[in-house]
Structures are given as structure tokens and as C-alpha cells.
């Protein structure tokens, strides 16, 4: 069955300090890989996308991750965090045609002023 | 657009009751899911639909129920709560299963919060 695993599951950093979240899958064949953000409270949003083409990918807010076939990893970075970057960080990946993701068990960001 | 609609917000049942999550998306997608959030485990698939009539069981079923009747909504049945159902509900969406230029980007709604005592 696949699987994502997410390294950190909660880290702590201080302002503009840098970012790097790791994500790794199992799975050989071919993969669509999704970062998702849920800020306190909120939905699950967005961040960043991977189904082809360039292995790095940038996203929303400064995030920028890169695909690594031969790792089966998707790492999230941020050179310079921010405060409003608290909070809970989701790799996902889908494989098949059903459109059906599998999430990692997220990862908690806490940013220090 | 309103997007990816989820009723109630806030839920509390007492063990034995039923009830459904309503969802409704308008964004016209075919693909609809039902996910648990629990803290720590990130998020589980429950059920996810393909289209209006078919639906299919996830990563863990059990428990639930799902209908649906219409592209546009997708209800989540619980018949027999018990404490272990107690989590956070998505619903999501998307407009295909991805491939080509479309990833199939999942569209999630606020959540419904479901505490089972």
C-alpha cells in the first residue's frame, strides 16, 4: 500500500530563520506530490504542487519544494519563515485515477518572533 | 463560487446516536472524499465518490456510510457513533483524478468537528 511518511512532526524555529520540511513516499510509479497548509483553525489550503516537468516546483508565500525520484522524496523549503507561517503542514500523494490522496501525518510548525 | 460547503461546523452526539455530514461542493467536480483528521495521525481517507452512483471505501471505512445521488453533494452517515469517531471531518473535491496539465488539485472544505461521548 503507499504510504507518505513526514519526518519532523513538530518543529521550532525563529523568525527568518530557514525552512526545510521533509516528505518521502512509496510508491514507483508515476506520482502527482501536494503540500497542503492548514493554519490554525482553517482548511486545508493549497501550498504547492508537483506532476511533471521541472523537479523543483515553487508555490504560494515563498514555499518551493523539490522532487527527487530517486529518493521518493518531496521536500518543502523556505529560505526566510515568518510568523504567520505557524502552522500544520501536509504532504500528500496521489497515484492511480481515482484522485484520491494519501496524506502524511504533518508536520507542526511553530515561528518565534 | 462558494466552493466546498460543510454542515455542521460543530457536532456533539452521545454514544449510539446517528447522524450525517452534509457536503456540498459547486465547482461542478466529480470527484468527492470524506477525510478524518486526528492529531498525529494526519489525514485519513474514509470514502471517496467518482461520480454521482458510485462511491468507494477508503482507508477506513468503517462506521460510515455515503451516498451520492448528485454531482453536487455528498453526505457522510454515521449510524452508531462510538468515542472513537470522535475527530475532524473534510470533505474535499476535485475536478478529475489528475493527469495531463489537470493534477486533480483536492478542494477542501472548513471541517466539521465531532466529539462522541
Known amino acids: 500500500a503507499q504510504s507518505v511518511s513526514q519526518h519532523n512532526h513538530h518543529v521550532i524555529l525563529s523568525e527568518a530563520a530557514s525552512l526545510e520540511l521533509g516528505c518521502n513516499y512509496s510508491?514507483?510509479?508515476?506520482?502527482?506530490l501536494f503540500w497542503y497548509v492548514q493554519y490554525p483553525g482553517q482548511h486545508l489550503q493549497l501550498l504547492l504542487k508537483y506532476f511533471s516537468g521541472d523537479p523543483l516546483v515553487k508555490g504560494i508565500k515563498g514555499f518551493e519544494a523539490e522532487f527527487i525520484k530517486s529518493k521518493f522524496s518531496f521536500n518543502l523549503r523556505k529560505p526566510s519563515v515568518q510568523w504567520s507561517d505557524t502552522a500544520e503542514y501536509f504532504c500528500a500523494v496521489r497515484s492511480g485515477n481515482t484522485g484520491k490522496l494519501i496524506f502524511g501525518q504533518g508536520t507542526t510548525l511553530q515561528v518565534k518572533p | 463560487n462558494a466552493g466546498v460547503t460543510q454542515t455542521p461546523k460543530f457536532r456533539i452526539l452521545k454514544i449510539g446516536q446517528s447522524m450525517t455530514l452534509q457536503c456540498t461542493q459547486d465547482?461542478?467536480?466529480?470527484?468527492m472524499y470524506w477525510y478524518r483528521q486526528d492529531p498525529g495521525m494526519g489525514l485519513k481517507l474514509i470514502y471517496y465518490?467518482?461520480?454521482?452512483?458510485?462511491?468507494d471505501k477508503g482507508e477506513v471505512p468503517n462506521g460510515y456510510n455515503v451516498s451520492r445521488s448528485t454531482t453536487e453533494d455528498f453526505p457522510l452517515r454515521l449510524e452508531l457513533a462510538a468515542p472513537s469517531q470522535t475527530s475532524v471531518y473534510f470533505c474535499a473535491s476535485s475536478y478529475s483524478s489528475g493527469g495531463g496539465s489537470n493534477t486533480g488539485e483536492l478542494f477542501f472544505g472548513e471541517g466539521s468537528r465531532l466529539t462522541v461521548l
Open positions: 465518490s467518482v461520480g454521482a452512483g458510485i462511491t
Open positions: 510508491y514507483g510509479g508515476t506520482v502527482n
Open positions: 465547482m461542478n467536480h466529480n470527484y
